[in-house]
């Protein structure tokens, strides 16, 4: 059975890995969001189960996360008001969470949970709306 485990985790950090080497910059932020928000729903199952380090672990990854590659992607230059609002929402987020680990709420794990699913599917949907627009210049 634990030989089964290794197997199984060995083949999802082989696939993540493939997955980020042919991943456009696109899909790699689409790829953060699911993995902040796949940390959250781990950590929401360890407060059930009231596994604190496992809930701890969880949480610090969902952050670390929004934190080094959510947040550490915005393009403050260029972004400009969006970059910052979207900043301000990170660093709410981050707090959130350090909060639902310091009072063991769930309702603030789902609050962050949610947020980033609004926030994914709208990045989801810059794509489709960019590959459908038409080229500048086009006749």
């Known amino acids: 059975m634990y030989g089964t485990q290794r197997a199984l985790s060995a083949y999802k950090t082989i696939g993540v890995e493939t997955g980020v080497e042919s991943a456009d910059p696109h899909q790699l932020v689409l790829m953060l969001f699911d993995g902040s928000m796949i940390a959250i729903s781990d ?12 809930r701890g672990a969880s949480i610090s990854k969902s952050i ?5 590659g959510l947040k550490a992607s915005l393009d403050r230059d260029s972004g400009g008001e969006l970059a910052d609002r979207l900043a301000s929402l990170y660093d709410y987020m981050r707090n959130q969470l ?5 009072s063991s709420s769930d309702s603030l794990l789902v609050e962050v949970h949610q947020l980033l699913g609004e926030l994914r599917d709208a990045w989801a949907l810059v794509d489709k709306t960019a590959s459908r627009a038409p080229l500048q210049g086009a006749a």
């Open 64 to 68: 670390a996360i929004i934190e080094d």
């Open 98 to 102: 350090l909060k639902a680990n310091l």
């Open 43 to 54: 950590a929401r199952r360890h407060l059930a189960e009231g596994r604190i380090p496992e």
